[in-house]
């Protein structure tokens, strides 16, 4: 079978949506948080504004509810002075029956300049991306279980931020990971980055043996799987899977895997807790670890507008 | 209509013949096979020079889209697909809507297919009422109208009572149960467990989903003694588990899709729905095992699996993409790239699609079970002419068939592919001929 040159990059390899991190080179994302680091002191002015995308109209399509993404990139797109349109695809056109393709070539035809997607089904993206404009870009906003691309950016972000160098560390991912767009984002970006030692923590209904594929360790047991961590990275635990045939309950699950301070006492002295959002207190995360001293989740919720600031504003940059 | 086929490689899979020799053809048999009498007049000739004359294809999963499915598939585009393909006789599972538990419907297929005269069609009959896997059909009324078994096309029955009562039932008249072996509950996903889907984020079929399912048929055919044909396995695991079955002496037959032949989960590449299939496309290993039970006689037969499906419904995300592929255009090519890959002779690789279907469908062909599948003097003239040097790229306008979506489309493969069918006779008649 012939493959196909990634969607995601044109014929000089430059970035022109981002879909997913797999397969993109390590130096496409060191310059996209490279980039993220030059918008951060935006953020700190009093007039919070770059005129990069002045006259662009970004489309956020979010066909999954979300608040907090779509609102992060509509504060990222406007610091770019972009218009932003905002498009509760949920709520409209899909329930009137519209095909996902024809939505887009309406509001390709009112010359969108950009899509953020976000959509139940994995691999969404890249049939919209197939199928826009060549002047169009898209990015992946989180696709089912496959990607959310730029919340494993801000990751990258966070842990550059605070360990510095990537080769040399621990990192622990836990919770429902088999339904995680995160962690399979969080996991193509540190093995492209270079971090040696990847675990993928949680009981067997949520972390098969099968993830080993990704380049992670597969570890059960909570104390073996942050034991020594120098990054402790907990998913958000979805409440459909709070109870049934994954897990019998929400508090058997914290009691075996939620991060407390005693668990937290088995990784390094200096190790760091991220957290995509929204938190379950109680559930995945002990209240006294999300708010204590080791915690970076706040930080994370700012770098991830420099972050979106910067994907935005490289691919808008490149032409097809 | 007196045809006579000249100068062509005349190749019958069964007897081994295989030489240059003319073929003449009246009132629908074959009158001879060599030496032409100067005295045969025939109305139609066709010459065959570099070309091989085998007998008609025979498929063992096509669908046809009718009734209720006529914006994917009509009787007529797709029957016009099989003769293009050089495919003679076909067998269509019951899963149209409504599903063909009627003798009605039968008879109406049965009836308009043989107005069209392009190809012979023998429906399954659903083995339940709406292929819901509760209450069973009237199998008897069913096999008078035309139906040479029943299956449950893609719809498994979850209740094992109700199974093991449907293969006695089957069994007490003699009639073959054709299943696709996968689990309901664990069929559910829509890529192979493994690497791939582990990647793309999409829901996992385990293997076990073919092989729980094929360790519950096997042990009911132990127990009832009903004859069951297993369609499109998909994992090395499920060849293994046949192999045993048939060597233990239970009454199984299997095919395997062209799709599963050539493919693994790989090519699903960056989501393409072309590749959203059932059974799904596993790994590289599974397929390597069903070539070789393809080739080893464990697997009889190659089916196309033909499923004509319409751009909207395949223009999704892989997931909501409708499984299927349009097949019966490309049946004798893949089985032609498989035997070369193989190292098989044509008269061995032609058989997979010719001689051995026929024999999978045994005394329900009735009088066309001798000479069907066949190349004989006396017997049923349908004949697949096709030149095996020639090739051919797939793209959506040389496709007869509705159903445009193909995972060897030319675009996606880069490939051309071996074998071009020239001219399809059914039943003594000219089915079609390839323009000049």
Request: hydrophobic share 45%; charged share 20%; net charge negative.
């Amino acid at each position: 079978m012939l493959m196909k040159r990634n969607p995601q990059l044109n014929a000089h390899g430059e970035l022109i949506h981002l879909l997913s991190i797999e397969g993109l080179p390590r130096a496409v994302l060191t310059h996209i948080l490279d980039t993220a680091g030059t918008f951060l002191s935006v953020n700190d002015r009093e007039v919070k504004k770059v005129p990069l995308l002045r006259g662009k109209s970004v489309f956020n399509l979010f066909f999954e509810n979300s608040t907090r993404t779509r609102t992060t990139f509509e504060i990222a797109a406007k610091r770019l002075s972009a218009d932003v349109i905002n498009l509760d695809i949920a709520k409209s056109s899909a329930s009137k029956g519209e095909s996902l393709l024809d939505t887009i070539a309406n509001l390709s035809a009112m010359h969108a300049d950009m899509f953020v997607v976000r959509h139940s089904e994995s691999g969404a993206p890249y049939l919209i991306a197939q199928h826009c404009a060549p002047h169009v870009h898209v990015v992946n906003a989180g696709d089912g279980r496959h990607a959310h691309p730029t919340q494993g950016l801000l990751d990258m972000y966070t842990i550059r931020h605070f360990k510095k160098d990537f080769t040399s560390l621990s990192v622990a991912i836990v919770g429902d990971i088999v339904h995680s767009r995160v962690a399979r984002s969080d996991i193509h970006a540190l093995t492209t980055l270079g971090v040696p030692d990847i675990r993928a923590v949680g009981p067997k209904t949520l972390v098969p043996g099968d993830l080993k594929h990704m380049g992670v360790r597969v570890c059960h047991s909570m104390e073996e799987g942050i034991r020594g961590a120098d990054v402790i990275i907990m998913l958000r635990l979805q409440n459909e899977r709070m109870s049934g045939a994954m897990l019998p309950s929400a508090g058997e699950f914290f009691k075996n895997y939620g991060l407390t301070d005693d668990k937290l006492a088995l990784a390094k002295p200096d190790a760091i807790v991220m957290h995509p959002g929204p938190i379950n207190r109680g559930v995945e995360i002990d209240s006294t670890v999300a708010d204590g001293s080791h915690s970076v989740i706040l930080p994370q919720v700012t770098f991830g507008i420099a972050v979106r600031m910067a994907v935005m504003s490289i691919i808008a940059g490149n032409d097809a | 209509m007196k045809i006579l086929i000249k100068n062509g490689r005349v190749i019958d899979p069964v007897s081994g013949r295989d030489e240059r020799a003319d073929v003449a053809i009246a009132g629908g048999r074959i009158l001879t096979i060599g030496v032409v009498s100067p005295d045969f007049q025939p109305n139609r000739v066709i010459d065959a020079a570099g070309c091989v004359v085998a007998p008609g294809l025979v498929d063992l999963a096509a669908r046809l889209r009718e009734p209720g499915h006529e914006h994917e598939g009509m009787l007529e585009s797709e029957l016009n697909a099989a003769a293009a393909g050089g495919v003679t006789s076909l067998v269509c599972p019951p899963d149209t809507d409504p599903a063909l538990d009627e003798p009605g419907l039968v008879d109406m297929l049965k009836f308009r297919a043989r107005k069209l005269s392009l190809c012979r069609l023998f429906p399954l009959g659903a083995l339940t009422r709406g292929l819901a896997g509760e209450t069973l059909t009237e199998m008897a009324e069913l096999t008078e109208s035309g139906c040479v078994g029943f299956s449950q096309a893609e719809v498994p029955v979850k209740d094992t009572l109700v199974l093991m009562r449907a293969l006695q039932y089957a069994a007490t008249f003699g009639y073959t149960v054709w299943l696709r072996p996968q689990d309901g509950w664990l069929g559910q996903g829509v890529a192979a467990s493994g690497a791939v889907a582990t990647r793309l984020g999409l829901s996992g079929v385990p293997v076990a989903a073919e092989t729980i399912a094929l360790q519950t048929i096997i042990e009911l055919v132990r127990i009832t003694g009903a004859r069951v044909h297993l369609c499109r396995l998909s994992s090395a695991a499920g060849v293994a588990l046949l192999r045993a079955a048939k060597a233990e002496g239970l009454a199984l037959t299997a095919d395997v899709s062209i799709n599963s032949l050539h493919l693994t989960d790989v090519d699903i590449g960056f989501f393409n729905p072309a590749m959203r299939l059932t059974p799904p496309l596993r790994q590289g290993a599974d397929r390597d095992a069903l070539r070789a039970a393809l080739a080893d006689g464990t697997l009889d037969a190659l089916c196309s699996d033909h499923t004509p499906v319409d751009a909207d419904a395949k223009n999704l995300p892989f997931g909501e993409a409708e499984p299927g592929a349009t097949g019966l255009e490309l049946l004798l090519s893949l089985a032609l790239k498989w035997g070369a890959d193989s190292g098989l002779g044509l008269p061995a690789t032609l058989a997979r699609i010719t001689s051995a279907p026929v024999a999978v469908l045994g005394d329900a062909l009735g009088s066309l079970q001798s000479s069907a599948g066949r190349l004989v003097e006396g017997g049923v003239a349908d004949v697949c002419v096709f030149d095996p040097e020639a090739t051919w790229v797939v793209k959506p306008g040389v496709l007869k068939s509705q159903g445009k979506h193909t995972p060897f489309a030319f675009d996606a493969t880069g490939t051309a592919l071996p074998g071009a069918v020239r001219a399809t006779v059914v039943a003594g008649n000219v089915a079609y001929t390839a323009a000049a």
